[in-house]
């Protein structure tokens, strides 16, 4: 039997189940709608699909760091309330224990938690606390030494922004004070050799328009380009950065004091990038449909 948008659609609003949970129980009971419903209750899918068309864009981000190693991980969920609920902060403590022995988020997602998978442990979730959750990003770095810091912290070692600084040797106080750098400045790259080119060409560009507007000569202008660029990479790139700490000094200059070279950083901020939007119901059932 052909399943139709209509019928998707149906089944959707009378069990609360997701658009895909849906399509499958429909194929799997060939179109009885009757059957489909207990399909979708057996399975226990409906009520956690039920909240998987919300945007999930608050959370927390936790870091961990073990042996030299340490990660950042970002859960998402629908509101700032879950962030602060005990059942929410104690899974993501757990996501992030396990994210100490994965490379990525791919790996991550499939990695065992207590004899379920992260994935099937975050949907489950979703059941007993009743709003939209995803595993959205985890990042990882090593080094002789990795210190981490939270800033905003619900609780102990997660909050709204993560940071994770690695250094040549042991320096945990500076460390931290490059983390809350970090958090505060949010660098675009560690130095001018890590900025994503595009990014740099865009900003010549910018600056070379800009220049331009003021009818100087090309030559001028060129030399203009020169001081706005070197400008621009002390704006972005952390080494080059002033450190908020002692505003006298760069990043780098800071870390030759110390005795310490910083290798490299991560910073996850809950909900970066995220866009919030209205989707179309039917364009997506049939989008869908045509999978």
Known sequence: MAITAAMVKELRDSTGAGMM????????????????????????LAKAAKKSGRTAAEGLVAVKVANGVGVAVEVNSETDFVGKNSEFQAMVAGVADVAIGVANTEELAAADMGGKSVADVITAKIATIGENMSLRRMARLEGPSVVSYVHNAAADGMGKIGVLVALSSENEAFGKQVAMHVAAVNPASLSEADLDPAVVEKEKTVQMDIARESGKPEAVIEKMIVGRMKKFMAE????????????????A?????????????????????????????AEEVAATLKG
Not at 21 to 44: F, N, Q
């Open 253 to 281: 200059a800071a870390a030759k004091e110390a005795g310490v070279e910083i290798t490299g950083f991560v910073r996850l901020e809950v909900g970066e990038g995220i866009e919030k939007k209205e989707e179309n119901f």
């Open 236 to 251: 972005v790139t952390l080494l080059n950065q002033q450190f908020v700490v002692n505003p006298d000094l760069t990043v």
């Open 21 to 44: 949970d849906a399509k499958k129980a429909l194929t799997e009971t060939d179109g009885d709608m009757e059957a489909a419903v207990d399909w979708l209750r057996t399975k226990g």
